[in-house]
């Protein structure tokens, strides 16, 4: 069933319920229409940010404006990073110090592979001199907020505060040692992020019935349009329409989105008339950027 984006963007979260809301659907292909992945789960005014692309901050402030006032950039305080591709990390210094300039106290909690306290280190290191001069100068700034707490994480728990338990499980994305998915349980609901990967088994253990299943997808129509070494590319480290059909079918979440697409010359109705074609009947939705569920 195809449900109209009007639809699907609900009011504001209510207290206590979490909800999704979609930053950016983008991928390495600068669509100006869509900002870089990133998604918020949102609970209780607090908010857990799934990876940073390029956008981030900017495409929280419009969620603020359009209601959601956990997004507000000065409370941006909480991301977990699928994996280190650049498409997913290069807001992360966005995240780290716009929100400081924006008086943000607290710092930056991060939670990633491998990696991702080195890539956070060196990004430290690389405003340090900016760092110094909004301190030293005339610039009022506080001393905690440009700072970031970085946490290398396995997989199973890794986070739990009164709102929400968060669970990684690794995921297969091409040539990545460690890539991970994100399982968010609370406020009443179960959100599952696959984060990039080839069809797996693992996302389909990870959502099992869940509420919310949010999937990488890209055309299988549109596939062979695509030059050889591409389509090697793209069937080791992502997952097709086709192949998404299967999975969500077993997966069996109440809605699926979908996410990080790539339509090659379709478009969201025929990325869901794919899925449909495939043989998936359940609720299935092609995230716009800001769209919430
Ligand atoms: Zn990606
Ligand atoms: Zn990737």
Not at 236 to 255: D, F, G, V, Y
């Amino acid at each position: 069933m195809f449900i109209p984006p009007g639809l699907a963007a609900q009011q504001p979260p209510t207290a206590g319920r979490a909800s999704l809301v979609v930053l950016g659907t983008g991928t390495p292909n600068a669509d100006p229409d869509r900002s870089g992945p990133a998604l918020a789960v949102v609970v209780n005014g607090a908010s857990y940010l799934v990876d940073a692309g390029p956008g981030v901050v900017r495409r929280a402030a419009a969620a603020e404006r359009g209601g959601v006032a956990a997004l507000a950039p000065s409370k941006l305080s909480t991301v977990f990073i699928t994996h280190l591709h650049s498409d997913h990390t290069i807001g992360l210094p966005d995240l780290i110090f716009t929100p400081w300039v924006l008086e943000r106290e607290v710092p930056l909690s991060v939670y990633g592979p491998p990696g991702i306290k080195a890539m956070t280190e060196h990004l430290e290191r690389a405003y340090s001199e900016d760092v110094r001069v909004r301190i030293d100068g005339a610039e009022p700034a506080n001393t905690t907020g440009f700072r970031v707490a970085v946490q290398e994480v396995d997989t199973g728990e890794i986070f739990r505060d009164s709102n929400v338990v968060v669970r990684a499980f690794a995921v297969p994305h091409g040539d990545w040692r460690v890539a991970y998915g994100y399982r968010f349980d609370g406020g009443g609901r179960s959100i599952v992020v696959s984060g990039d990967t080839r069809a797996s088994d693992a996302v389909v253990r990870a959502c099992d019935g869940c509420d919310v299943l949010v999937h990488e997808v890209y055309s299988a129509t549109r596939f062979v349009t695509r030059p050889p070494d591409w389509q090697r590319y793209h069937a080791a480290a992502h997952t097709s329409t086709k192949e998404l059909a299967i999975l969500a079918a077993r997966a069996r979440p109440k809605l699926l989105v979908l996410y990080h697409q790539l339509y090659w010359g379709t478009d969201d109705e025929g990325l869901v008339r794919e899925l449909e074609a495939a043989g998936y009947t359940g609720a299935v939705i092609s995230a716009r950027d800001l769209g919430r569920y």
